[in-house]
């Protein structure tokens, strides 16, 4: 039987199958490995495990008795399914094998704070997360996505989890599908018909009420970026900041809170949305913010960061943006359309200055210039905002 140390942990591979012509030999095995090698964690990978029987089962029980904190890894779904029904997957930790996806040479359709969304084949999109150790992320947006779903949202929902590279994601069915900014760059004349189809399905998403506390309040979190804030800001200026947020009534309609053309889908003439970790609840300014930086807060002082963030150049993003303002606010009225631009700003500006203070620039996209631009946009717009509602 192999096995292996390092770094302290006793890894044992269980191969080929455990059933009742060999569990007496392999029971022996696994202890006088155990017996002769000191070690501090003890894990028993099953990857080339083919057949287990409830006389492997016993085998298994002895050595959790014996060593509490064993662990089962690279379990593959029908030996999962036996641990699972027998009740063994309550009692220790046991870690499923997954698929692994090679995403070289793969289109990238999206990009969020945790992950970015690959397509995988035309059938296949791999959304990859950042964080390594990215379970309870994966967990917490499948169930997100899940509740969106339910109440009404078209979303994807993901139907696996594989690894890729280094690294996991969570694997969706989408046939042909492709981001409203693969369209945009195919064919910029449709623009008003992507930024209607983009328009409804965002009042879909916000006249959705969460009636539970499974997401987020988007309001706490922009106090958290104002009150970070407000300390590199002029006292007064940093004061009222703080006061607007603050002023803002709490809200239990649905946000995205990442909705921008590479997260929104197009799937033989249905609209769907992805990237769902952002999911919150909160007032339409706080999107309005996030979607005033995907499209030109990112790229205020230097173009080609639209390029290379959305995929478009920046006309074409600003284009979309003041389009889909007109659109949502349902409004030809200029002033009305540039004071809730204004309060947009506001809100973008300030989640911005706390990225780049907390960053300090490292990311490769911002520099010095940019924290006085955004400082010097705050100072000059919120004196004008006398309430960030919309």
Same mark, same amino acid.
């Given at each position: 039987?192999? #096995?292996?140390? *390092?770094? *302290? !942990?006793?890894?044992?591979? %269980?191969?080929?199958?455990?059933?009742? $012509? *060999?569990?007496?030999?392999?029971?022996?095995e696994i202890f006088d490995i155990i017996s002769n090698n000191p070690y501090e964690k003890l894990v028993l990978d099953l990857e080339t495990l083919e057949y287990i029987s409830s006389a492997g089962l016993r085998i298994i029980l002895k050595v959790k008795k014996q060593e509490a904190n064993v662990e089962l890894i690279n379990v593959n779904t029908e030996i999962y399914d036996i641990f699972d029904m027998t009740g063994f997957a309550e009692m220790m930790t046991i870690k499923k094998a997954y698929k692994k996806i090679s995403i070289e040479g793969c289109e990238k359709i999206g990009e969020g704070a945790n992950g970015s969304v690959y397509r995988v084949d035309p059938e296949t999109i791999v959304k990859v997360y950042k964080n390594p150790d990215s379970f309870a992320d994966i967990e917490r947006e499948r169930k997100l996505a899940k509740k969106a779903f339910v109440l009404g949202i078209p979303t994807a929902i993901?139907?696996?989890?594989?690894?890729?590279?280094? =690294?996991?994601?969570?694997? #969706?069915?989408?046939? $042909?599908?492709?981001?409203?900014?693969? &369209? %945009?760059?195919?064919?910029?004349? !449709?623009?008003?018909?992507?930024? !209607?189809?983009?328009?409804? +399905?965002? !009042?879909?998403?916000?006249?959705?009420?969460?009636?539970? =506390?499974?997401?987020?309040?988007?309001?706490?979190t922009a106090i958290s970026w104002a009150m970070f804030d407000k300390d590199y800001l002029p006292k007064e200026i940093g004061d009222k900041l703080v006061e607007l947020v603050k002023a803002v009534p709490h809200s239990t309609h649905? +946000?995205?809170?990442?909705?921008?053309?590479? *997260?929104? &889908?197009?799937? =033989?003439?249905?609209? &769907?949305?992805?990237?769902?970790?952002? +999911?919150?609840?909160? =007032?339409?300014?706080?999107e309005l913010g996030s979607m005033? $930086?995907?499209?030109k807060g990112f790229a205020a002082l230097n173009d080609s960061v639209s390029l290379a963030f959305m995929g478009l150049p920046s006309e074409i993003c600003v284009a979309f943006w003041k389009k889909t303002l007109k659109a949502y606010l349902n409004t030809d009225d200029e002033k009305v359309i540039s004071e809730v631009e204004d309060k947009a700003r506001?809100?973008?500006y300030m989640r911005l200055l706390r990225r780049l203070i907390r960053r300090g620039g490292n990311d490769g996209v911002f520099t010095e210039k940019d924290l006085e631009f955004y400082k010097k946009k705050l100072i000059e717009l919120v004196p004008t905002i006398d309430s960030l509602k919309i």
């Open positions: 039987m192999r #096995f292996d140390i *390092n770094d *302290n !942990k006793l890894t044992i591979y %269980l191969e080929g199958r455990i059933d009742s $012509n *060999n569990a007496v030999e392999r029971e022996n993901s139907y696996e989890i594989a690894k890729i590279g280094d =690294n996991y994601g969570t694997v #969706f069915e989408l046939l $042909n599908a492709k981001s409203f900014a693969s &369209l %945009l760059k195919e064919d910029p004349s !449709k623009i008003d018909e992507y930024v !209607k189809l983009y328009v409804d +399905l965002l !009042k879909k998403i916000h006249s959705t009420v969460v009636d539970d =506390n499974s997401f987020d309040d988007m309001r706490e649905m +946000l995205h809170g990442d909705y921008h053309v590479k *997260n929104v &889908l197009m799937q =033989n003439g249905e609209v &769907l949305l992805i990237d769902m970790d952002t +999911l919150c609840v909160g =007032n339409p300014i706080f005033f $930086n995907a499209y506001v809100v973008g």
